[in-house]
Each structure stands twice: as C-alpha cells, then as structure tokens.
C-alpha cells in the first residue's frame, strides 16, 4: 500500500505532536476555585423579624431573567416556599398541641427549630430568614446581593 505525499505529512505531524515533541513546557495554571456552592449547605439561623427596621421582604416569585440561568435563579424562591410550608405544617401542629403559637423568637426556635431539628437550606445573595412574631410566620429577608 502506497501512502501519498500530503497524507505522509499529516501523518507524521501527528505522531511528532502526540510523542510529546512540543517546545519548552509551560509551567501549569492552577484553575481558580468557584466560590463554596449553598446547594447542599444548611443552617437553623433563624432571626427575629422587625417590622420597622424597613428591611426588604422576599415574595419568594421566581424572576427568571436569563433563560440559560432559569434554573439556577429559581432555586432561591423555590427554597423558600417549600422551607416556609414545612415551618407553617411545624407551626400549625404546635398550635394544635399547645393551644398557641410561640409567644417569642425564643420558644419558636426552642419548640420548632431546635426540637423538630429543621435544616433549612442555605440562601442565595445574602438572604435569610427571620420569625415573625406577630404574624406566626417565617419570612425571607432579602441580602445585599440582589435587590
């Protein structure tokens, strides 16, 4: 069998460039490392919420402005609403036991929190949760990150 020219060529770069004949190594970039993913964090952070501190509630409505990130940008409000029901089952169950709802920032996260041992997930963009007294509710308090 008889190789052309051309091909002859092509062939021998290819074996010369895979045998490692390249020039002088460069020395290796180290890849920057991304920032630790909240996908898989928990926490049981809870704050007392301050309806006069003027700070910004989350509705929780998935705002999709990007169609390649949809899914990333409704993780946030996708984890609140699922951690908002299961502390309202939580609370509902205290009520029908007790009779009442906590009566403070401090019995909410000893009697639901802490007994119940609720891992709430983490938060994009700084937000975080806080009990609202008044109200028996857990609400989500947007963060620094994005408005």
Do not use: W
Not at 33 to 62: C, L, M, N, W, Y
Request: glycine content about 8%; charged content about 25%; aromatic content about 6%.
């Amino acid at each position: 069998m008889t190789v052309s020219n051309p091909l002859r060529t092509l062939l021998a770069t290819l074996i010369i460039t895979g045998l490692g004949c390249s020039g002088p190594e460069k020395p290796e970039v180290e890849a920057k490392r991304p920032k630790k993913s909240i996908f898989k964090q928990r926490t049981q952070e809870v704050g007392e919420f301050d309806p006069k501190a003027g700070k910004q509630v989350s509705d929780s409505k998935i705002q999709a402005t990007n169609p390649l990130l949809a899914g990333l940008e409704a993780y946030g409000p996708a984890a609140e609403k699922v951690t908002k029901l299961a502390v309202d089952h939580h609370l509902n169950l205290y009520n029908a036991v007790h009779g009442h709802y906590p009566k403070d920032h401090a019995e909410f996260m000893r009697e639901i929190v802490k007994k119940n041992n609720l891992q709430l997930p983490k938060l994009p963009y700084g937000n975080t949760y806080q009990y609202d007294v008044a109200n028996h509710k857990l609400v989500v308090i947007k963060g620094e990150g994005k408005k």
